[in-house]
């Protein structure tokens, strides 16, 4: 039976793993987990105990965002603190894993997309770790780690996927779809697909500067959101694409990892102290 074992506060942690995953728990099934380890942080619990061992080669540490059931709606995760469960373990780089809808018609179900830039339309949620002073303002320029998602891409083509990069992700509130106006304004906009679950992953991890990747499957594509006659892709629909397409991706998250360095990119690195406004004291969290 997998050991669980508590990090308070208190300690540090014993050994860094650099590689964090984030995505659906079936990922979990392909590492060779070695403990799960109870994360405590300044800002609640995380979705489930942070999930440790190798996949492929490489130490991970895993985190079903959605929880270990399918139970966190995406408007109820505590982002900040799967997150700083993360940072606290010692993880330099992210693979995010979502199923998204599209809104360009190019895309079609079943293929990749590889997010270079985002629209944030959520309305409710803690996307900071610096809401009280001292006030820090991050650069959302480039936000998602060119480096990671270029190895995403090719290691998704080589794996037989139709793969879209350069894509502008679109991340709203939820739990509902966006209706077929909305849809229509996102793309005026220049929005390639529609998620609910990037932001505020992506920019908690430039607060932490952390690299920080998303590849998304299309489990909706835009001609289904636009059709008023037949009712708009069911969540039974997405989780069957999800299943039949999960080994799949999770292998392109292996051959990833395996392709990638495990230290934070210049792109993604020296953020923190760009962001200072003032002369205030140290960034605590960074002394941890
Ligand atoms: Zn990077």
């Known amino acids: 039976m997998t050991e669980t074992r508590q990090l308070p506060m208190s300690e540090s942690p014993d050994a860094e793993i650099e590689i964090g995953i984030t995505g659906g728990y079936g990922i979990s099934r392909s590492i060779d987990i070695e403990e799960q380890i109870v994360v405590e942080t300044p800002y609640g619990e995380p979705s489930h105990p942070v999930v440790v061992g190798e996949l492929g080669s490489k130490n991970v540490a895993f985190i079903s965002r959605h929880g270990e059931g399918r139970y966190i709606p995406a408007h109820s995760i505590n982002y900040r603190a799967n997150l700083f469960a993360f940072h606290r373990l010692g993880v330099n780089r992210i693979i995010s894993a979502t199923a998204n809808g599209a809104i360009n018609e190019s895309l079609s179900f079943g293929d990749i997309a590889v997010p270079a830039d985002y629209i944030d339309d959520t309305t409710n949620r803690n996307d900071t ?160």
């Open 129 to 288: 770790f610096f809401d009280e002073a001292p006030s820090r303002h991050f650069s959302s320029h480039v936000p998602f780690c060119p480096d990671i998602s270029n190895t995403l891409t090719e290691r998704a083509e080589k794996n037989g996927f139709e793969c879209h990069d350069d894509v502008v992700l679109v991340i709203v509130e939820g739990p509902r779809f966006a209706t077929v106006a909305e849809a229509e304004m996102f793309a005026a906009h220049g929005g390639d697909i529609m998620g609910m679950s990037t932001y505020p992953e992506v920019t908690l991890a430039r607060e932490l500067e952390m690299c920080y990747a998303n590849f998304a499957l299309i489990t909706d594509p835009r001609e289904d959101q636009t059709k008023y006659d037949r009712p708009t892709t069911s969540v039974t629909a997405v989780d069957k694409t999800l299943d039949e397409r999960a080994r799949d991706c999770t292998q392109i998250i292996i051959d990833t990892i395996e392709a990638m360095s495990t230290s934070r990119c210049s792109n993604c690195r020296g953020h923190a102290e760009i962001a200072k406004s003032d002369e205030h004291e140290e960034w605590e969290y960074r002394n941890l």
